[in-house]
T-cell receptor, first 115, second 114 residues
């Protein structure tokens, strides 16, 4: 079974500052993919960033980057130069294949960016 | 806009009723996934189809069923509805079935059971 844990139900950050959201996971598979999805008040699920487990290099997408620690099974998201539009629920998700290719999601972290 | 469409956007119905949620995947995507998002359970995988065939089942109730048609659109049927079925139902699609395939989510259908 695969599990994803997000231990921070809520976080807040001032505009233009940097914030890090935490995620830990568990899987018995060797090859898997990790994702961060953003869900703004519109409820649309938007992919923020993706990391392939076999790649050592941390993924980056503009202001978003991850710190992937495979041995520790940790996958944190760093948002730099936070903007008001970053206010959303952020979900960490794992897809480890096996018998199916479902996404397993954490409970989410509600991030509020304050002006 | 992800390219995945879902209808209707909102649905209000009564306990015991049956509803059908519809999803059209992105052009070229063969795989469709259904997820349920509720306050108590979070985001949960329900079922996956690939090119018309069921590939995987998650926490889907026996009262729920789904299918994927030859034109690749999918329908999720929910019957004998209960108050606890009130949730946001997402459809997602991807090109293939590998874990590397990015899943693109539709806007969701908000189901309210009264």
């Amino acid at each position: 079974a695969q599990t994803v844990t997000q231990s921070q139900p809520e976080m807040s950050v001032q505009e233009a500052e940097t914030v890090t959201l935490s995620c830990t996971y568990d899987t018995s598979e060797n090859n898997y993919y990790l994702f961060w999805y953003k869900q703004p008040p519109s409820r649309q699920m938007i992919l923020v960033i993706r990391q392939e487990a076999y790649k050592q290099q941390n993924a980056t997408e503009n202001r978003f980057s991850v710190n992937f620690q495979k041995a520790a099974k940790s996958f944190s998201l760093k948002i730099s130069d936070s903007q008001l539009g970053d206010t959303a629920m952020y979900f960490c998700a794992l897809n480890s294949g096996g018998s199916n290719y479902k996404l397993t999601f954490g409970k989410g972290t509600l991030l509020t960016v304050n002006p | 806009d992800s390219g995945v469409t879902q209808t209707p956007k909102h649905l209000i119905t009564a306990t015991g009723q049956r509803v059908t949620l519809r999803c059209s995947p992105r052009s070229g995507d063969l795989s469709v996934y259904w997820y349920q998002q509720s306050l108590d359970q979070g985001l949960q995988f329900l079922i996956q189809y690939y090119n018309g065939e069921e590939r995987a089942k998650g926490n889907i109730l026996e009262r729920f069923s789904a299918q994927q048609f030859p034109d690749l659109h999918s329908e999720l049927n929910l019957s004998s509805l209960e108050l606890g079925d009130s949730a946001l139902y997402f459809c997602a699609s991807s090109v293939g079935v590998g874990s590397y395939n990015e899943q693109f989510f539709g806007p969701g259908t908000r189901l309210t059971v009264l």
